[in-house]
């Protein structure tokens, strides 16, 4: 699994990178067209949106698996370190739980706009929502790696105290 991850992770960070790159390009663009030709695209807004949209979805996975997201842990620090670990394969789980739920309303969100179309762009609306799904399944993918790390973690030896 960690050779899979591996892949995906090179890949996923140079998709967040050429994505990033193309909406300063388009924003850029849109800027100049706009104030200096006074002639703004029809597209460009719509078109850095959606790709807005992708770059979290993509990123929210590095996100997920460097500990980046936003958490609320002054009440960790107190607690002791089976407790903690305890409660971080309680918070893994319910993670899973509610990727797994995005997963699938994702999925069922393109089917559902499989036939509807961007108003600028005229792109599949299915292709901007297909962000969702694939965001999911790949935090899902983190989320599993870090449960399997926090278990392997779990079955090491104590370390004796000194």
Same mark, same amino acid.
């Given at each position: 699994?960690?050779?899979?991850?591996?892949?995906?992770?090179?890949?996923?960070?140079?998709?967040?990178?050429?994505?990033?790159?193309?909406?300063?390009?388009? @924003? &850029?663009?849109?800027? *100049? %067209?706009?104030? !200096?030709?006074? $002639?703004?695209?029809?597209?460009?807004?719509?078109?850095?949106?959606?790709?807005?949209?992708?770059?979290?979805?993509?990123?929210?996975?590095?996100?997920?698996?460097?500990?980046?997201?936003?958490s609320v842990d002054y009440?960790?620090?107190?607690?002791?370190?089976?407790?903690?670990?305890?409660?971080?394969?309680?918070?893994?789980?319910?993670?899973?739980?509610f990727l797994a739920v @995005? &997963?699938?309303?994702? *999925? %069922?969100?393109? !089917?559902?706009? $499989?036939?509807?179309?961007?108003?600028?762009?005229?792109?599949?609306?299915?292709?901007?929502?297909?962000?969702?799904?694939?965001?999911?399944?790949?935090?899902?993918?983190?989320?599993?790696?870090?449960?399997?790390?926090?278990?392997?973690?779990?079955?090491?030896?104590?370390?004796?105290?000194?």
């Amino acid at each position: 699994m960690r050779s899979v991850l591996t892949v995906t992770r090179t890949i996923v960070q140079g998709i967040v990178v050429v994505v990033f790159a193309a909406i300063v390009v388009v @924003v &850029f663009g849109q800027v *100049v %067209s706009r104030f !200096v030709f006074n $002639a703004p695209f029809s597209w460009s807004e719509e078109l850095a949106r959606y790709l807005q949209v992708w770059l979290i979805m993509l990123g929210a996975a590095s996100c997920l698996r460097k500990g980046m997201h936003l958490s609320v842990d002054y009440a960790v620090h107190a607690l002791r370190h089976s407790a903690k670990r305890i409660l971080n394969l309680l918070s893994l789980a319910a993670m899973l739980f509610f990727l797994a739920v @995005v &997963f699938v309303s994702g *999925v %069922s969100l393109m !089917v559902t706009t $499989a036939s509807q179309r961007t108003p600028a762009l005229q792109i599949p609306i299915w292709a901007v929502y297909a962000a969702i799904p694939v965001g999911s399944l790949l935090m899902l993918l983190e989320a599993v790696a870090l449960l399997m790390a926090e278990l392997d973690e779990a079955r090491q030896p104590a370390e004796p105290r000194r």
